[in-house]
Nanobody, 115 residues
Framework: QVQLVESGGDLVQPGGSLRLSCAAS????????MYWVRQAPGKGLEWVSRISPSGMATGYTDSVKGRFTISRDDAKNTLYLQMSNLKPEDTALYYCARDSAGHLRGQGTQVTVSS
């Protein structure tokens, strides 16, 4: 069955950086667009970023452009999200997902940005 396991979340000060990872299994990872979505406290799921099967095409929501970078290693079946210049409003539970709406997603990893 499809499994997505996120890791790398932490408490970080504003301006700091984190790298999230997502280990995928149970499907042909290299064939799928992959996504990061997040859910802030009291809010719904928000699409953050996407990457094409080849890794050549990426996309970001406006609020993270220039600060976050999505990447993938198909040999390791792993998705990444490099986050820099983190802001308090980036605080959320971050999920990797196989669809943009986040219906098929992992258990999430918590990112808290606070001084």
């Amino acid at each position: 069955q499809v499994q997505l396991v996120e890791s790398g979340g932490d408490l970080v000060q504003p301006g700091g950086s984190l790298r999230l990872s997502c280990a995928a299994s149970g499907f042909i990872f290299r064939s799928y667009w992959m996504y990061w979505v997040r859910q802030a406290p009291g809010k719904g799921l928000e699409w953050v970023s996407r990457i094409s099967p080849s890794g050549m095409a990426t996309g970001y929501t406006d609020s993270v452009k220039g600060r976050f970078t999505i990447s993938r290693d198909d040999a390791k079946n792993t998705l990444y999200l490099q986050m820099s210049n983190l802001k308090p409003e980036d605080t959320a539970l971050y999920y990797c997902a196989r669809d943009s709406a986040g219906h098929l997603r992992g258990q999430g990893t918590q990112v808290t940005v606070s001084s």
